[in-house]
């Protein structure tokens, strides 16, 4: 495994479940067992009803790209390494989630194109979702 140069994500109570999953391959959401409606990122209550009624639930992993923008200079350790490219990625689900493509050329990349997730292992405690290409 290459050394992980990037931050890591702070993991605390609200956010412990969704890390926990990323670490075993899984992606999770938040769904609200009163309103039904999905959410991400991870909260306490639901950002529709406001009720503390909420669980995880396993997220298909398939979305499509709903808008990107491609990075080519980036002085921040760890994204000094371009061109990469920042997704805002609608899920099958609804909700939306800030994540870089991968496995993907930059310049192949459209608005409405199909993806799904992929993990990167950033230590033995920690992997970060991130989207590829569907096939």
């Keep these: 495994m290459p050394e992980w140069n990037k931050p890591l994500p702070t993991i605390v109570g609200e956010t412990k479940p969704y890390w926990d999953a990323c670490r075993q391959g899984r992606l999770l959401i938040q769904k609200c067992d009163k309103c039904s409606e999905f959410q991400f990122y991870p909260r306490g209550i639901c950002s529709n009803c406001w009720s503390n009624d909420i669980q ?3 997220a298909s992993g398939k979305g499509t790209v709903w808008t990107f923008t491609v ?21 099958e689900e609804g909700v939306k989630m800030f994540t870089n493509i991968v496995e993907c050329e930059p310049g192949a990349v459209e608005i409405g ?3 799904e997730v ?18």
């Design 56 to 58: 995880w639930v396993q």
């Design 71 to 91: 990075t080519y200079q980036n002085r921040t350790q760890g994204f000094n390494e371009g061109p990469y490219v920042l997704a805002l990625v609608e899920l």
């Design 113 to 115: 194109m199909p993806v």
């Design 118 to 135: 992929t993990f990167a292992r950033a230590n033995d405690r920690v992997s970060i979702p991130y989207f590829k290409p569907a096939s």
